[in-house]
């Protein structure tokens, strides 16, 4: 009998940051060297075992379906379902949630570029038996930190200045980026309603979380970029061309073609 593990991949809203570039098409089908944002994911994580694939989506869904089609769907089992053209995040996953066929489940954007062994991390977060892991790197972008003390997760905030986190970090509390990459057991996302028309997803479901010492943070060490604006857009296609001090992406372009040759 075949392990089903799900992931989540959000990729519904308006990207409103990118200009023209977001108008005429969905954030994740952007293209990076050649090849959109979703093809990397998707890749990704089947390279980490993942099988089955939800996709909420809306603002030009119909594009994010013809790619699918167009790639066979990579061979997975994918449910790719409507929720709104305006539906917050919250809305979209209440929509799909009982598409969830694993035990746990990867929760993440549909608008970041990562060469990350979730497959360890994955495992790791069973073994704790934890309700949710957060996938945290250093500070990066300021639209969501975890924050530290003494080694257990504190806190979720969301856009906090880069002048907000300096000033609330100490030696005890260190605050972490949120990748925007979760692992998050099923049962819990089913039966808690509270999110569902929050217009904020993670403020309103992952608080309630750290209040009940019922969330960890992994630290990721390899290659994570998310793609907000056109800066973001060119700062990785720089990146993924040119500095072999993001090797850890070791060509990743390559690795992707080989494997789906």
């Known amino acids: 009998m075949v392990n089903i593990r799900s992931a989540v991949i959000l990729c519904g809203g308006r990207g409103t940051r990118l200009g ?17 944002i979703l093809w990397y994911i998707i890749n990704i994580l089947k390279k980490n075992k993942f099988n089955h694939l ?16 167009k790639n066979k769907n990579f061979n997975l089992k994918v449910d790719c379902l409507e929720t709104g053209i305006n539906s917050n995040i919250g809305y979209r996953i209440s929509k799909i949630k009982n598409k969830i066929l694993s035990k746990n489940f990867l929760l993440l954007n549909g608008d970041a570029i990562f060469n990350v062994n979730i497959d360890k991390i994955f495992k790791e977060h069973e073994k704790k038996d934890k309700v949710v892991s957060f996938l945290s790197g250093e500070i990066v972008y300021p639209y969501g930190t975890i924050g530290i003390k003494k080694g257990l997760v504190k806190d979720f905030k969301r856009n ?7 000033t609330r970090a100490s ?23 509270n999110y569902k028309n929050s217009k904020n997803f993670e403020q309103a479901f992952f608080p309630r979380l750290i209040r009940l010492n019922k969330s960890q943070l992994i630290k990721i060490r390899s290659f994570w970029h998310s793609i907000d604006n056109i800066k973001d857009l060119t700062s990785v296609n720089v990146k993924m061309r040119e500095n072999d001090k993001y ?15």
Do not use: W
Not at 54 to 69: A, H, N, Q, T
Not at 179 to 185: A, D, L, N, P, V
């Open 20 to 36: 023209n570039l977001g108008k005429k098409t969905p954030k994740t089908l952007l293209k990076v060297q050649g090849k959109e």
């Open 54 to 69: 939800i996709l909420p989506i809306g603002y030009k869904g119909s594009y994010i379906k013809k790619f699918l089609k």
């Open 160 to 166: 906090l200045s880069y002048d907000a986190i300096k």
């Open 171 to 193: 030696k005890s509390y260190i605050a972490y980026n949120y990748t925007g990459m979760s692992i998050i057991k099923n049962k819990i996302i089913k039966q808690d309603k």
């Open 247 to 261: 090797s850890k992406v070791r060509d990743i372009k390559k690795i992707f073609l080989k494997m789906n040759k």
